[in-house]
């Protein structure tokens, strides 16, 4: 969990048993994999709006005729 905290989320918890603490564990996972899918679909949005302004900007630059 601290390295997690620290920013490495490709750790997970190796879970042994299906008791209070294996339960954390497989949750944890679980976050980890959600935080991960997330944060690569703000990255892919965020390079599409960049490309979005970079054609506005050259509409602009380049205007039709």
Same mark, same amino acid.
Request: aromatic share 8%; hydrophobic share 40%; charged share 30%.
């Given at each position: 969990?601290? +390295?997690?905290?620290? %920013? ?7 879970? +042994?048993?299906? #008791?209070?603490?294996?339960?954390? %564990? ?13 944060? #690569? +679909? ?8 960049? +490309? ?14």
């Amino acid at each position: 969990m601290r +390295k997690a905290e620290e %920013g490495n989320l490709s750790v997970a918890m190796n879970v +042994k048993y299906s #008791d209070e603490r294996g339960q954390l %564990g497989k949750s944890f996972n679980v976050m980890l994999s959600k935080i991960g899918k997330l944060m #690569d +679909k703000v990255f892919e949005e965020q390079q599409e709006i960049r +490309k979005a302004e970079f054609k506005a900007l050259q509409a602009q630059i380049n205007p039709h005729f």
